[in-house]
């Protein structure tokens, strides 16, 4: 009897080791260059030449897409440095995009830049030229120094927002003391 039980339980055991394999679905309709390369949480990435550093990028979430050559930041601050090593100025905006060809830095979204000489630059987006080592804008831009505030469309500046252009003046006004 006990040897009938063992053999009904081994044919049991056996029988549900049977060849149902289970087959991931898989997304045919999804794009290779819609998947990233690279993902980072809570990064930090320092920027040096020649071992000089010139920035630090601090960023909540950041994607590469190889595919595609550009790097997107979720929630994005930029330290700039001098030659001597100083902070001179703090880029924040909420959103940013990095053409990882020409290096270009797109700021996107609530952008505010804001230097070690008291000057604030509040727009909505904002581009670095890696070339020409400038930031530019067409868009709606507001300055605010200890001296004086100006409004108006299309913007140009060093990085350190010491020497600054606005095209097309909108308002402008002493600063209250």
């Known amino acids: 009897m006990k040897f009938?039980?063992?053999?009904?339980?081994?044919?049991?055991?056996v029988s549900s080791c049977?060849?149902?394999?289970?087959?991931?679905?898989?997304?045919?309709?999804?794009?290779?260059?819609?998947?990233?390369?690279?993902?980072?949480w809570d990064s930090k990435i320092i920027f040096t030449d020649n071992g000089i550093l010139k920035a630090i990028l601090f960023s909540n979430h950041l994607t590469k897409f190889d595919n595609k050559h550009e790097t997107l930041i979720d929630g994005m601050k930029i330290d700039f440095y001098n030659p001597t090593g100083e902070k001179?100025?703090?880029?924040?905006?909420?959103?940013?995009?990095?053409?990882?060809?020409?290096?270009?830095m797109f700021a996107i979204d609530s952008v505010v830049a804001v230097s070690d000489s008291g000057v604030t630059l509040r727009t909505d987006e904002l581009m670095w030229v890696n070339k020409t080592q400038k930031i530019k804008t067409d868009r709606f831009v507001r300055?605010?120094?200890?001296?004086?505030?100006?409004?108006?469309?299309?913007?140009?500046?060093?990085?350190?927002?010491?020497?600054?252009?606005?095209?097309?003046?909108?308002?402008?006004?002493?600063?209250?003391?």
């Open 143 to 177: 300055i605010e120094s200890p001296n004086e505030i100006i409004e108006g469309y299309g913007f140009i500046s060093d990085q350190t927002l010491r020497n600054y252009t606005i095209r097309n003046i909108t308002y402008s006004s002493e600063a209250k003391k």
């Open 4 to 13: 009938l039980i063992f053999v009904f339980a081994a044919m049991l055991v």
């Open 18 to 40: 049977g060849e149902n394999k289970i087959k991931p679905t898989i997304n045919a309709t999804l794009d290779d260059s819609e998947i990233p390369s690279q993902q980072s």
């Open 88 to 104: 001179t100025s703090v880029l924040t905006s909420k959103k940013g995009r990095v053409d990882d060809i020409s290096k270009n």
